[in-house]
């Protein structure tokens, strides 16, 4: 007896963003026999972290994968990291609770907003520890969106960045 199996929004080779890992490279569409049950999975390769994921394709959507940043958005969050930065007057912990959780939502505008918001200048006082590692955690995966979107090397995408950054405090001065 055949299943009919979910329609697949992914090929293989196709990037994709997983909210809680970046971008990742569909290598291959499986069916898996899981607990007496087969089961299609994506198999995602995440070649920066080292680490592959299976995700059913029926539940692709709802883990909140999707297809990588149109030109639109991504020109939204380029604009984003030349806004002001808005930081609240709220506990850092409950901050940093905030910035966390926008890195992983895998929304690119809101990674950029951490980005802005957490981005220091050389003439700007010190980040503390977990500032720092929240900043390269949303810089880190707002380059490997950009260098797919743009099929660039993911230091030039971060150096793309970097510049926008620091040329917006040179234009606001």
């Not at 995440?46 to 909140?64: S, W, Y």
């Not at 990588?68 to 409950?94: C, F, H, I, Q, Y």
């Not at 995408?157 to 950054?165: H, Q, R």
């Amino acid at each position: 007896m055949a299943k009919k199996l979910a329609s697949k929004t992914f090929k293989p080779k196709d990037y994709i963003v997983y909210p809680a890992h970046g971008v990742g490279r569909v290598t291959s569409i499986v069916v898996e026999h899981i607990a007496g049950i087969d089961m299609e999975v994506y198999v995602v390769d995440f070649p920066q972290d080292k680490m592959t994921l299976r995700v059913p394709t029926a539940r692709a959507a709802t883990t909140g994968m999707r297809a990588l940043a149109s030109n639109v958005v991504m020109e939204d969050a380029v604009e984003t990291l030349k806004g002001k930065p808005k930081v609240k007057r709220t506990m850092w912990s409950r901050r940093a609770q905030e910035y966390e959780a926008k890195i992983n939502s895998g929304d690119l505008i809101w990674i950029a907003e951490v980005v802005r918001d957490l981005h220091r200048n050389d003439d700007q006082p010190e980040q503390s520890y977990s500032e720092r590692q929240l900043y390269e955690s949303a810089i880190d995966r707002m380059a490997r969106e950009v260098a797919a979107v743009k099929k660039i090397e993911c230091e030039v995408a971060f150096d793309e960045l970097t510049e926008t950054l620091v040329n917006k405090t040179v234009e606001a001065a």
